[in-house]
């Protein structure tokens, strides 16, 4: 069960661990994310982020699909983390969740838009994140868990 889905390009951290794992009563943090699947360096980096008491899970895009499409983890509530909205919009596109929220990107490239003090987008990001809202997506911009929950379309309409 999918209680939270969060791009995150830091991926496990300080307010994922501390702060966001707990707010959702997260029992599993699961790391989607192709290139994090195949780096020993970033794997060994997530063992040692993993909060106390949570188990962990790492994965490439399409073993993720195939893991909730399967019920993989039962009724465990999973918290999913992804470094890109491109990884994102894979498990959205393969009906697996239906809502996520972008806490941290930094400026990618001299096109990119900044919407938030944490957040920038690039040019195909915002393209992904408007096809899906328009597809009914409800997608937020929050760092922290008290911050608004407003669509990260009203961030992009104000630039």
């Known amino acids: 069960m999918i209680i939270h889905a969060r791009v995150d390009e830091r991926l496990i951290h300080g307010q994922v661990a ?8 997260a029992e599993r943090l699961y790391v989607v994310n192709d290139g994090a699947w195949n780096d020993e360096m970033v794997l060994g980096a997530l063992q040692l982020a993993k909060p106390a008491g949570k188990k962990l899970t790492v994965s490439s895009v399409r073993r993720a699909i195939v893991n909730f499409k399967e019920n993989r983890f039962g ?11 491109g990884d994102m919009k894979a498990l959205v596109d393969a009906g697996v ?16 838009v900044q919407i938030k003090k ?39 309409d104000d630039k």
């Open 18 to 25: 501390a702060v966001w794992s707990n707010v959702v009563n």
């Open 75 to 85: 009724d465990e509530r999973v918290f999913v983390l992804t470094k890109t909205i």
């Open 118 to 156: 944490s957040v920038f987008l690039s040019p195909q990001d915002i393209e992904q994140l408007k096809e899906l809202t328009e597809k009914g997506t409800k997608i937020t911009a929050r760092m922290v868990p008290g911050e608004s929950d407003a669509s990260i379309m009203s961030m992009i």
């Open 97 to 112: 969740l239906d809502e996520f929220n972008v806490g941290n990107i930094s400026k990618q490239g001299e096109d990119s």
